[in-house]
């Protein structure tokens, strides 16, 4: 969000180019929040009772997805190389 901030502040970004998707994104944010939130507000005591398997299981798929997109990015590389040759 951040850098979007800073590219629309400098110009390299038109707010045009952008102002559609995120009126669409704002109309729909009802949907996409506030299921979660009642969720979590219903199940809190799971939640807190259950809360260092959560914090596991973040940080495990985090790790996860930076170690298969480093991989993916090197075989890409890789295989773009060779076809250069």
Do not use: C
């Not at 102002?19 to 669409?24: D, T």
């Not at 299981?57 to 991989?71: D, P």
């Amino acid at each position: 969000m951040f850098l979007l901030l800073i590219l629309l502040l400098t110009g390299l970004i038109k707010l045009d180019w952008v102002e559609k998707a995120a009126n669409f994104q704002l109309q729909h944010m009802t949907f996409l929040f506030i299921p979660p939130v009642i969720s979590a507000i219903v199940y809190i005591q799971l939640i807190e009772k259950e809360l260092w398997k959560l914090f596991l299981i973040l940080g495990i798929s985090s790790i996860s997805i930076i170690l298969a997109t480093g991989l993916a990015v090197e075989w890409y590389e890789k295989f773009r190389r060779r076809q250069k040759k």
